[in-house]
């Protein structure tokens, strides 16, 4: 296989279409009778969108004027403007807790990525029982957060709990996994790449299925080394599903509140408080509902700002 | 042409339907009768009541409710079990939109943050008539008046949740120590307990376990202190409270207190009552029907303590039934409170699990004097309890339920003082303005 051919091979898989497959390009032009599909399909949509859009757009809305009041969970209270913003922007605990969820976010990305890409180029190869060993490797993103956070709060939680002991038989002393606050923060990271990594190993899995062995191959016979085919062809060739699997990761971690709730409730001492759980306990526990709402709203804006520039980054792969 | 006919016909009459069905689902919604209804809208009383005991509470309180007979034209009731997960949310959006209940029982601040909002129908009249019928006279001394507001009686007790000592008799007999009655008798028992591997300051304050703050406001009460004064405003760092968690810090820093205990679920601190880690500590009425295991035997009520100032007292929580202005008929709403209260007993005398009984004369059942923990607990704790309140008033108000009850703001007072890192001056410090930028 000629250099171009690898190339052209690159830019299919990049558009999802493989090798022997029948890809076309974007379409130029719409005939009237496209048109009027476009339109049939657009009117079958609407009912749809308008649903969408009342169930979405009215909490959206309900809730950025919350944000502007300094109201509780029962009444609306008076208009403020943007003083519960400029309020909970300079409080430190939000500024720990935006520096505690950014943290959390890139570790819980980046771990669960490389664990999930990893797996998914281990199993790639044959190995006895694999499918079993595939279906095992679900189970951390399979069963309910709830079960498998108490699963970790009885092993780690009291002196008595296995991993205390396994570190104090090992010379670490008595760990307290979770009344250290530092301690705290590396386990929720580690719990949460744990419960992630299967959502990207199948992400990774499907992607690598989708690169052209001729390409591997072709590699070999040029002499590429494994870590070069690693670098120079395989990381290009799932950079889409890369950064796809990124922008929902970093959702997923931004939004994650069973996690920390439910391990750490947020301590110890707001150690492992992140913006999410923060938002919750000053709407539900303090009955601050405008700057709770607030907090949110800064969250949103952060995540869309960063989906933003990740869709980007999948532009510019897919133009190069 | 017919086809295409027949096939835009199908497709318009689709999306008409479609539309139709969609924004009639939109009106029904949005509609002030829609699904659901409200308590005023239909005949029956709706009655809310949560998951106060164990699993058979709430099958035995849906029977005695529906099996209440009004008189003459005055409603009927229902029955409707909330579960504990979000709770507050569940009250407040029926109560905002109207659709919630004619009586419910709830948190036990519940009713004043609704008294507030003007949705709290108040039980001064009812209890006017409680004052004929004997109910009234059968409370507990100075239950009634915890929940006195200037208005009017926000609610009526219903039980008792409270923070008392519980001792583990055979760990206590293996260490030497005798049942302490005072803070430096305490101290000594906790010393003894160390010496065979046991904690004697435990309890927990974890994910979703508010027990370790109630405790600490529970030695400041001990001590003459509390979180508010004469004016209901915070008033954290008195010298009564300084005292109170310069003492607790000591336990904490001579290894008394199990060091992890900071971030323990209530899970864990029955874990370790369990696992015998534990001899003296302190929790609620309920700790030897939870997860302890085969040491639910050997756990008993402890004495109150007397604090250095000479004083004793504890923290305790009303839990309360509320009637609401939303009610089919206010009438209606009391004369089942009054059928309720009548008929109630068989929830304590058939040991569904709630908390303590507000009535005298469920406290002198048989069946209820079976558990000496609980006739301990009423006998020698309850004239000692106060409030979140104290120590400037004895009735709950307002501002407690979005300042201390269940807060963060508590939760991290609590784990600062457990983490043994901090001082009590600096940590009452932190913890009052934490509540002055709380209240409302």
């Known amino acids: 296989m000629s250099t171009e051919a690898i190339a052209q091979s690159i830019d299919r898989a990049r558009r999802g279409v493989g090798v022997g497959g029948s890809g076309r390009g974007p379409r130029r ?7 009027s599909r476009i339109a049939t399909l657009l009117l079958f949509a609407i009912p749809s969108l308008i649903l969408l859009v009342l169930l979405n757009l009215y909490p959206v809305l309900y809730a950025g004027q919350q944000s502007l009041r300094n109201g509780d969970l029962l009444s609306a209270g008076d208009f403020v403007g943007v003083q519960n913003y400029l309020t909970v922007v300079g409080q430190p605990q939000f500024q720990r807790a935006a520096v505690f969820t950014v943290v959390f976010t890139v570790v819980a990305v980046f771990g669960s990525w490389a664990v999930g890409l990893a797996l998914a180029l281990l199993l790639r190869t044959r190995i006895p029982a694999g499918g079993f060993f595939k279906v095992l490797l679900l189970l951390p993103w399979v069963v309910p957060v709830v079960v498998s956070a108490t699963s970790w709060n009885w092993l780690v939680a009291t002196p008595q709990s296995p991993l205390p002991i396994l570190a104090q038989a090992l010379g670490f002393g008595n760990v307290l996994f979770l009344a250290d606050p530092l301690l705290a923060q590396i386990l929720v990271c580690v719990f949460k790449v744990w419960i992630s990594f299967p959502f990207m190993m199948m992400m990774m899995a499907s992607a690598l299925a989708a690169v052209d062995v001729n390409v591997y191959e072709a590699s070999k016979v040029d002499g590429a080394s494994s870590w070069q085919t690693f670098r120079q062809i395989t990381l290009p060739m799932i950079s889409r599903s890369t950064f796809i699997s990124w922008i929902l990761m970093t959702i ?9 709730f439910l391990l750490t409730g947020g301590g110890p001492v707001n150690a492992t408080q992140t913006l999410v759980v923060l938002a919750y306990q000053t709407v539900f526990q303090n009955y601050q509902t405008g700057p709770g709402v607030a907090i949110a709203f800064l969250m949103t804006i952060v995540l869309v700002f960063i989906s933003v520039l990740l869709y980007r980054q999948i532009r510019k792969v897919n133009i190069e | 042409m017919t086809t295409n006919n027949g096939s835009s016909f199908t497709r318009r009459a689709f999306l008409g339907g479609s539309t139709a069905a969609a924004a009639a689902a939109l009106l029904a919604a949005c509609s002030p009768g829609g699904s659901g209804g409200g308590a005023g809208g239909g005949k029956a009383l709706k009655f809310w009541n949560m998951p106060w005991g164990g699993t058979q509470f709430n099958p035995l309180d849906k029977k005695i409710t529906t099996a209440y007979s009004p008189k003459g034209s005055l409603p009927p009731a229902t029955y409707q079990t909330i579960q504990w997960a979000n709770f507050t949310q569940t009250f407040s959006s029926a109560i905002a939109s109207n659709t919630g209940p004619a009586v419910s029982s709830g948190g036990g601040t519940q009713a004043f943050q609704f008294a507030q909002q ?12 409680w004052k004929k019928n004997g109910i009234y006279d059968d409370f507990l001394p100075g239950l009634v008046d915890t929940l006195k507001t200037d208005k ?21 007999q293996q260490a030497g120590a005798e ?5 430096d008798e305490y101290r000594d028992v906790c010393a003894k307990l160390k010496k065979i591997g046991v904690y004697g300051f435990g309890q927990g304050s974890g994910a979703g376990n508010f027990t370790g703050s109630h405790i600490l406001t529970a030695f400041m009460i001990n001590n003459g202190g509390g979180l508010f004064n004469a004016k209901k405003e915070p008033d954290a760092t008195n010298a009564a409270n300084v005292e109170a968690m310069d003492f607790i810090l000591e336990l904490v820093k001579n290894g008394y207190s199990d060091p992890a205990a900071a971030t323990y679920t209530s899970a864990n601190v029955q874990s370790q009552w369990k696992a015998k880690k534990f001899g003296y500590g302190w929790d609620g009425a309920g700790l030897p029907q939870g997860a302890v295991g085969d040491v639910a035997g050997d756990l008993l009520v402890g004495d109150p303590l007397t604090s250095p100032s000479g004083k004793t007292g504890g923290l305790y929580f009303p839990n309360n039934i509320m009637m609401y202005k939303n009610t089919p008929s206010q009438e209606g709403s009391e004369a089942f409170l009054t059928y309720y209260y009548k008929n109630m007993a068989q929830l304590w005398t058939k040991n569904t699990g709630i908390g303590l ?11 209820f004097k079976q558990n000496q923990n609980n006739v301990k607990i009423l006998s020698d704790w309850q004239p000692i309890f106060k409030t979140w309140a104290a120590p400037g008033t004895t009735g709950l108000f307002y501002n407690i339920a979005n300042t201390v009850d269940g807060t963060q703001p508590m939760i991290n007072f609590a784990q600062s003082i457990f983490g043994g890192k901090t ?18």
């Open chain 2, 179 to 183: 049942v302490p009655t005072t803070w």
């Open chain 2, 423 to 440: 001082d009590a001056t600096n940590a009452l410090t932190t913890l009052q303005n934490a509540l002055e930028g709380l209240m409302k």
């Open chain 1, 252 to 260: 997923f971690s931004v939004n994650d509140f069973p996690t920390i």
């Open chain 2, 118 to 129: 003007g949705k709290i129908a108040y039980a001064d009249n009812l209890l006017d008539s």
């Open chain 2, 152 to 172: 009017g009686y926000a609610a009526v007790p219903y039980n008792l949740d409270v923070r008392v000592s519980w001792y583990n008799k055979a760990l206590m």
């Open chain 1, 29 to 35: 032009g719409r005939s009237p009778g496209g048109r």
């Open chain 2, 357 to 367: 009984p507000p009535l005298k004369s469920i406290a002198e059942t048989a069946e």
